[in-house]
RNA sequence: CGGGGUGUAGCAUAAUGGUAGUGUACGCGGUUUGGGACCGUGUGGCCCGGGUUCGAUUCCCGGCUCCCCGACCA
């Protein structure tokens, strides 16, 4: 794409609304635009970023047999009150809305009770079982305080996973899949060294869950990690008597703050027997099934990104879900020869499949570099007079900021994207 | 929800009981061109309602907004 076509712009300074890390600087790099406390739009470059880490979540849920599908925002009250999921006093943080005729509706804050209901249309016997559903889509919790940027918003993307087994064995086999799911995603983005799977309160079924929680000051949660075992605890568990249940040793706790970019858990038959999803087994009983959800936000996950390894400059993404590969920076665009040449070489890459944001504007240089830094893509390449001449192209490396000088072919063999299996 | 702040141009800020200045961005002219250049010039602004006052952007009250701390957080 050419910087020149796109709409958005950078800023030199930091909205004074906004003092999370992640919000200044998808902010300031024309990724989203505030529309109020905790609920921010995604720009073109923003959603493209999005769109790359719900395609790697995808392949992983895939790899697990999950089939996507999208549920709806608006809510039936009647549903929600047979699991006693409705009332405001249960759940304060509803935004809820009404018909013309005085009908009342809620915005989903989850999905288990309208997933629930579809597949009691479509599960009746043990040979329908298991099925694996999931969607991505955006949540509505009106909570009272929106805080830290795009990471607790009041609308926000959510993955939801659920899935509906025969049995508590079964549905543990799954959960163990997607645990396994979820590490490649983390590790996929770029972040899998500082998630841990945390143990968490529970609920009705189990006496745990389980987040994974990506280690940073911007975090809400404090966890307490066993760096060895790659494990940790949440606050809300850490008691002499979890850390020995998990034959954990205290000492070797350390305390960290984090970030919840996910969890997982055992539902059990609390959805499926208030909304009657039953089956019916090889012996002609009727059985509840029994279930477990599945939660990944890929805004959060986008925030969390940012907060963890953005550095002085700005942005620094990963390979895996930056918005575009290679940032073409070209210079000396005034001189009719190198604008060619600059051309040239976007149409080559583009041609061979990478993705290119291509800098044509007619800025001085320091701009386009101050830019470049900020907006964050892996890979830049500078286009100029002075490159031109001497037949390299300097590619540096977000990341590292190491600098190389490439031949024109090994420009392109080294960024063309390895084709994913 | 409790507490504390905040609100001035697209953005960031300053001053002020007598209608507001700067930077940046934007328009125009010119000099520049490998790390957010410079000169000239122009456009553009006091959250909403009420009160006090001759006069309110400024003081007071209320509302709303946004931020922070806490509580809350499948």
């Known amino acids: 794409m050419r910087q020149s076509h796109l709409f958005t712009k950078t800023r030199k300074e930091a909205p004074s609304d906004e003092t999370s890390k992640n919000a200044q600087l998808l902010i300031r790099a024309g990724y989203v635009y505030k529309e109020m406390a905790g609920v921010y739009s995604y720009l073109p470059l923003g959603l493209r970023v999005l769109e790359n880490i719900k395609q790697i979540i995808r392949e992983e849920i895939h790899r697990e047999g999950g089939q996507e599908m999208v549920m709806t925002a608006l809510q039936e009250k009647e549903l929600w009150e047979q699991t006693d999921r409705w009332d405001d006093s249960v759940v304060d943080i509803w935004f809820k809305t009404e018909l013309k005729n005085g009908t009342e509706l809620g915005l989903g804050i989850t999905h288990e009770e309208p997933l629930t209901r579809i597949m009691t249309s479509y599960i009746s016997s043990y040979r329908d079982l298991p099925q694996y559903a999931y969607q991505f889509q955006n949540k509505f919790r009106n909570e009272t305080r929106a805080k830290s940027g795009i990471m607790r918003g009041r609308e926000f993307l959510m993955k939801d996973l659920y899935d509906f087994s025969k049995n508590e064995a079964e549905h543990n086999e799954f959960y163990e899949r997607i645990r396994g799911a979820y590490k490649r995603i983390f590790e996929r983005v770029g972040i899998g060294d500082s998630t841990y799977v945390t143990f968490a309160s529970g609920g009705i079924f189990s006496e745990f869950s389980e987040e994974f929680q990506t280690v940073s000051d911007a975090g809400e949660d404090l966890i307490y990690v066993d760096e060895e075992k790659g494990v940790a605890l949440n606050k809300e568990v850490y008691t002499d008597a979890v850390i020995e249940k998990l034959g954990l040793d205290k000492s070797a706790l350390v305390e960290k703050k984090s970030i919840e970019v996910g969890n ?142 490439l031949s024109e072919e090994e420009l392109y063999q080294k960024y063309i994207p390895e084709a994913e299996e």
């Not at 940012?306 to 940032?327: C, M, Q, T, Y």
């Not at 001189?335 to 800098?359: F, H, K, N």
């Not at 500078?382 to 037949?391: A, D, F, L, Q, Y």
């Open 264 to 405: 997982i858990f055992h539902l059990g038959t609390k959805f499926s027997e208030p909304l009657g999803l039953q089956y019916t087994d090889e012996a002609g009983n009727k059985v509840p099934v029994y279930m477990g959800s599945y939660g990944l936000g890929p805004t959060r996950l986008m925030g969390t990104l940012v907060e963890v390894l953005a550095d002085e400059k700005g942005i620094v993404w990963p390979e895996s879900v930056a918005p575009f590969r290679v940032h073409l920076v070209g210079l000396n665009l005034d001189d009719a020869e190198i604008r060619d040449y600059a051309e040239g070489i976007y149409s080559a890459l583009t041609t061979r499949g990478v993705t290119v944001l291509y800098d044509d504007r007619d800025v001085r240089p320091g701009e386009k570099f101050a830019d470049s830094d900020l907006i964050g893509i892996p890979y830049r390449v500078v286009v100029s007079r002075k490159t031109k001449s001497e037949g390299i192209f300097e590619v540096v490396e977000r990341a590292t900021g190491e600098v190389h000088s």
